[in-house]
């Protein structure tokens, strides 16, 4: 899978996000569809101060692309996972 490719097929799907602002990182997770379940997620991001990657099957993007990747698809859930509201 090419970034290209990558960045066409996230573009199509729902993102999750999930961030801690007691260490200031977020992991973002992609799935087909909208009932946040969690058991359909094809995709995942990490980013912190030092790491920045997504990983689709056996693709790694890091850095810039991930960076790249970070916003696509469409935004269907945000929430802390720090233990605060």
């Not at 379940?37 to 990983?55: I, L, M, P, T």
């Amino acid at each position: 899978m090419t970034f290209d490719e990558a960045k066409a097929y996230l573009n199509t799907l729902h993102r999750d996000r999930l961030y801690d602002l007691t260490f200031g990182d977020e992991e973002l997770y992609w799935s087909s569809s909208k009932d946040g379940d969690g058991n359909d997620y094809v995709a995942s991001g990490y980013f912190s101060r030092d790491v920045a990657e997504v990983v689709i099957g056996p693709m790694k993007f890091s850095d810039a692309e991930a960076q790249e990747l970070r916003n696509c698809g469409v935004s269907f859930s945000e929430s802390r996972n720090d233990g605060q509201s």
